[in-house]
Every structure is written in structure tokens, then in C-alpha cells.
């Protein structure tokens, strides 16, 4: 079946640093791709998506680009900030209209000044 | 975007009680919601499909008559947790599909479930 596999957190770095958080998956056909990130006492929030090879999801300096050669996702920032602290989700569905998400086990980030 | 409401945010309640969460699509119709939950440092684990008008479609292993839902209408889906224990405590979550598709699912907040 699906999955999706995540880099274990927690993850700390300091302000202005670069990030790195290694999605890859395993799905049948051609998934769609997404990172959602959670931020303290709320839900999930889509961050970026990709729908088929080679695209390029970004959004609020983040991006994370579909490699379907090695099936990763990973997302990327080149300079964090303390408002960046949260729990990021990479996910994705079998197929775009198959309606079930499968997501990774969460990666915890915190940013210190 | 599409917004979904979830409420409550948090509820306390006692052993043998039962609990209703809603989870309402305010400015788009929802004929699928989708409910999780999300284990402390762990990942969201789907529960069930809300169909409306039909019978949920529940996740292997999950227990339909533990956790009831009701899609009565195409802006409203509601999970009931029946005869909580303090295992059933956790953080809930629905979703539905953002209708244009230009942004894959919206989520609720969340409810934060503590069962004493």
C-alpha cells in the first residue's frame, strides 16, 4: 500500500538557518504530493503540493520539488525563522480524485533566536 | 480558500460519557469528509469516510459503534465518541476536499479529547 516515510524530529535550528526535511514515498501510479504544516494548538494548513514529476511546490520561502526518480519530496527553506516553528506533514494521495491522504509521522521544528 | 469549522476545540469529559464533535464546511458544500486522529508524536491515522447521506466508510481496525458519524447534510459531518475511555483521548481532526481542487484538502482545527 501507500506510504510515505519522514525524517524524525525533533528538528532545531537556529534563526536564518538552512532547512531540510526528507520525504520519500512508496504509491502505485502518480501520486500527488503534499507538505501541511501544524502550528501549536491548531489544525493543518496546506504549505505546498506537486501533482506530477519535476514540479516545484513552494510557498512562504519554503519548496520542495517532485522526484519521481528517487520518489522524494523534501522540503527546504533557506533561511528559517522563529515563526516557523511547527509540525510539518509530508503526505500524498494515490491518485488526485482518490480522495484518502497518507501522511508521514510528522516532523517537529523549532526555531530558536 | 474553502474553510471547515470544527468544535469544540476542547472538551473534557468523563469515563462512560459520550461526546460530539462537528465538523461543518461554512462556505462549500462537502458531499466527503474525511475524520483522523492524531496520537501524541504521531502521525494522523484516517478513521473514516463521512459520505453524505450514506453509511461512513470506516479504516480497518477502527470501531464503527465506538465512533459514530453522521454526514446528514452537505455542510455538516459529526463524530460521536460513544462510551469514552481514557484511551479514546486524543486530538480529532476532519477534513473535505477544498472544492476546486486548487488546494487539495482543508482542515479543521481540531478537538483536543481528555477523557477523566
Known amino acids: 500500500g501507500d506510504s510515505v516515510t519522514q525524517m524524525e524530529g525533533p528538528v532545531t535550528l537556529s534563526e536564518e538557518a538552512f532547512l531540510t526535511i526528507n520525504c520519500t514515498y512508496t504509491?502505485?501510479?502518480?501520486?500527488?504530493l503534499f507538505w501541511y504544516v501544524q502550528y501549536p494548538g491548531e489544525g493543518l494548513q496546506l504549505l505546498l503540493k506537486?501533482?506530477?514529476?519535476?514540479d516545484k511546490g513552494s510557498n512562504k520561502g519554503f519548496e520542495a520539488t517532485y522526484r519521481k526518480e528517487t520518489t522524494s519530496f523534501h522540503l527546504e527553506k533557506g533561511s528559517v525563522q522563529v515563526s516557523d516553528s511547527a509540525v510539518y506533514f509530508c503526505?500524498?494521495?494515490?491518485?488526485?480524485?482518490?480522495?484518502?491522504?497518507?501522511f508521514g509521522t510528522g516532523t517537529r521544528l523549532t526555531i530558536i533566536p | 480558500g474553502a474553510v471547515v469549522s470544527q468544535h469544540p476545540s476542547r472538551v473534557i469529559c468523563k469515563s462512560g460519557t459520550s461526546v460530539k464533535i462537528e465538523c461543518r464546511s461554512l462556505?462549500?458544500?462537502?458531499?466527503?469528509m474525511f475524520w483522523y486522529r492524531q496520537f501524541p508524536k504521531k502521525s494522523l491515522m484516517l478513521m473514516a469516510t463521512?459520505?453524505?447521506?450514506?453509511?461512513?466508510?470506516?479504516e480497518q481496525g477502527v470501531e464503527k459503534d465506538k465512533f459514530l458519524i453522521n454526514h446528514a447534510s452537505l455542510t455538516l459531518s459529526t463524530l460521536t465518541v460513544t462510551s469514552a475511555h481514557p484511551e479514546d483521548s486524543s486530538f480529532y481532526i476532519c477534513?473535505?476536499?477544498?472544492?476546486?481542487?486548487?488546494?487539495?484538502?482543508?482542515f479543521g482545527s481540531g478537538t483536543r479529547l481528555t477523557v477523566v
Open positions: 477534513s473535505a476536499r477544498d472544492p476546486d481542487r486548487t488546494y487539495g484538502y482543508t
Open positions: 504509491a502505485t501510479g502518480y501520486p500527488s
Open positions: 506537486a501533482t506530477k514529476a519535476d
Open positions: 503526505a500524498l494521495t494515490s491518485s488526485f480524485g482518490n480522495e484518502k491522504l497518507t
Open positions: 462556505d462549500f458544500q462537502a458531499t466527503t
Open positions: 463521512s459520505n453524505e447521506g450514506s453509511k461512513a466508510t470506516y
